[in-house]
């Protein structure tokens, strides 16, 4: 998926982990995503963020909610399908107004070639809006350091739950081979 | 191999009186507490600042302990919840056993069966061991405990030993009077908070 030359490649899981220094996350959880790869990798290689691979992201919600019980803040990295196992968690989240900061990367959108992929994308932010969550959507990559601390500071200084969708413009279709009977 | 099934009829331990003596020798440990029975036997044994209630979020109160776990390496933090929660969150004994926190004690009231919704019986009396479950996750090390010798021998353990640990409590399946802690979210949200950060809460 990444570009042969590594100049070329984007900066923004840079400047998203800018944000998350500006604005002191020490907790980060993720269940893995092709989109995220680097963005985790600058995490986990900084000795002041804890970061956690989860099984499901539920556990993140939870594991967050705790966090800020315990005065850190954090962020939740996940794929789109990752929003519908989380659900019943977010109520937690709504009903106690607990802060959450969450990077969406999108699949079923911008050019998908995975059908399975297609109905939780396309459900995505209706899903998280009906469970009280804001959504502020990403589909340019010179726009996502803004939207991430834009989202930072109305989940930590308004006491929000807040997701940024990253368009699947931004991050790229998985390629897959065509299939014989599709030629 | 067939386990021996047990029937929770069989159990001596009371979960009011387990969840009590547990706590009697708490001193700052933060306590989070399962939605369900836990959540009221956490209060019968005294409401206290320190205590965050879940009355939803159910399969979370593991994770919602470790994310307080990792926030607060220096407090000990027991998560107080039940078999059928346990279950729902079963990935996170995973989780927990690759980033084994030192300071996490996570104690299963486990009655067998689902006590909230008309005492149907659940995995753990049909076979399913969880404390063999935490310990191939990785737990520092896990435990059944079915007599009041066997508790009182772990008890101090909670307090001691680095985590992350892990107890099924096998309690008698019986009803207990509902004892209703305090409910409204954004105040047991700050009232913790308060307790625990100061004037870094708000």
């Keep these: ?183 | 191999m067939t386990r021996d099934i047990r029937d929770a009829r069989t159990f001596v331990l009371n979960r009011r009186e387990v969840v009590a003596a547990v706590l009697r020798s708490r001193g700052e440990t933060l306590v989070v507490s399962g939605l369900g029975s836990p959540t009221y036997d956490v209060a019968a044994a005294g409401d206290h600042h320190g205590n965050f209630y879940l009355w939803g979020a159910m399969g979370g109160a593991a994770m919602v302990g470790f994310g307080l776990a990792l926030a607060q390496p220096s407090r000990r933090v027991l998560v107080v919840t039940g078999d059928g929660e346990m279950l729902m969150g079963l990935g996170s004994l995973a989780t927990i056993g690759v980033e084994r926190p030192a300071n996490l004690v996570i104690a299963v009231i486990d009655n067998q069966h689902y006590g909230e919704t008309g005492m149907q019986l659940g995995h753990t009396g049909r076979g399913v061991d969880l404390a063999a479950i935490a310990r191939a996750a990785n737990f520092a090390a896990a435990t059944t405990i079915e007599t009041r010798d066997e508790l009182d021998e772990w008890i101090p353990r909670v307090y001691r030993d680095p985590g992350p640990l892990f107890a099924a409590i096998k309690v008698v399946a019986a009803p207990v009077p509902m004892e209703v802690p305090l409910i409204d979210g954004p105040h047991l949200k700050n009232r913790f908070r308060q307790a625990l950060l100061d004037d870094k809460a708000f």
Excluded at chain 1, 11 to 39: K, N, T
Excluded at chain 1, 57 to 70: Q, S
Excluded at chain 1, 94 to 100: A, I, K, V
Excluded at chain 1, 117 to 122: A, D, H, N
């Design chain 1, 1 to 183: 998926m990444a570009p042969d030359d590594p100049a070329a490649l984007p900066d923004w899981p840079e400047q998203i982990y800018q944000v998350f220094q500006d604005v002191g996350i020490r907790q980060v959880a993720y269940v893995p995503d092709a989109g995220h790869m680097r963005l985790i990798d600058l995490c986990a290689r900084d000795g002041n963020i804890r970061t956690v691979a989860l099984t499901t992201e539920e556990e993140g919600v939870a594991m967050l909610a705790g966090a800020w019980l315990g005065g850190q803040r954090g962020a939740l990295l996940m794929q789109s399908s990752g929003v519908g196992n989380c659900i019943n968690m977010f109520s937690m989240i709504q009903e106690c107004r607990f802060p959450l900061l969450t990077i969406v990367t999108m699949r079923g959108q911008w050019g998908e070639a995975n059908p399975w992929q297609v109905p939780m994308g396309r459900a995505t932010p209706a899903a998280l809006e009906s469970v009280g969550v804001i959504v502020h959507n990403v589909d340019e990559a010179r726009r996502v350091p803004e939207t991430v601390a834009a989202a930072a500071r109305l989940a930590f200084q308004s006491t929000r739950a807040v997701a940024v969708l990253i368009g699947q413009r931004i991050i790229g279709s998985k390629k897959f081979e065509t299939r014989k009977s599709d030629t």
